[in-house]
């Protein structure tokens, strides 16, 4: 009986795990139908002049700003902004919303910037909390390996 209960827990979680699996793929593999990628764009770029495009990339050179966006595994397409009204660093990560001009220029429309300290307290705030909910689980909570359960401390 113990053997069979086991059995189902472990069906349980590879279920899950299946489940969790297919809503990434589908999450992989949405695309706006008119969105332009970076891939497209260095590949062709006269042909999309006048559309809009999305995108992120760090910031190369502050004058004239310049943007490199990576695609693929080791290729990255470098893009000049027009029309920002902020200063910004290089290294810093610059989302940006715009219509495309020629000679490889994005005349912003929108723009986020998250410099590298966001990401590091972004980090370090994870990884605080992952540590409390871990710290509140075990002190209550200890697991049994030989029945792959979690039994209440006493």
Do not use: H
Not at 21 to 28: E, K, P, Q, R, T
Not at 40 to 63: C, D, K, P, Q, R
Not at 129 to 150: E, H, M
């Amino acid at each position: 009986m113990d053997k069979i209960r086991m059995g189902k827990r472990l069906l349980f979680v590879l279920v899950l795990l299946v489940g969790l699996f297919f809503l990434n793929v589908g999450y992989a593999e949405y695309q706006v139908e008119n969105e332009i990628l970076a891939e497209e764009l260095a590949e062709g770029y006269g042909e999309y002049v006048g559309g809009e495009f999305s995108g992120s990339g760090e910031v190369v050179s502050v004058s004239p700003l310049v943007i490199s966006i990576e695609y693929g595994l080791d290729s990255e397409f470098r893009l000049e902004l027009v029309g920002v009204d902020r200063d910004v660093e290089e290294g810093e990560i610059l989302s940006v919303y715009g219509v495309l001009e020629p000679d490889e220029t994005l005349e912003v429309k929108d723009m986020v910037v998250q410099s590298q300290t966001d990401y590091l307290y972004m980090y370090l705030v994870s990884i605080f909390g992952l540590l409390i909910t871990l710290g509140l689980f075990f002190r209550y909570w200890k697991p049994d390996f030989n029945k792959l359960v979690f039994r209440r401390r006493e």
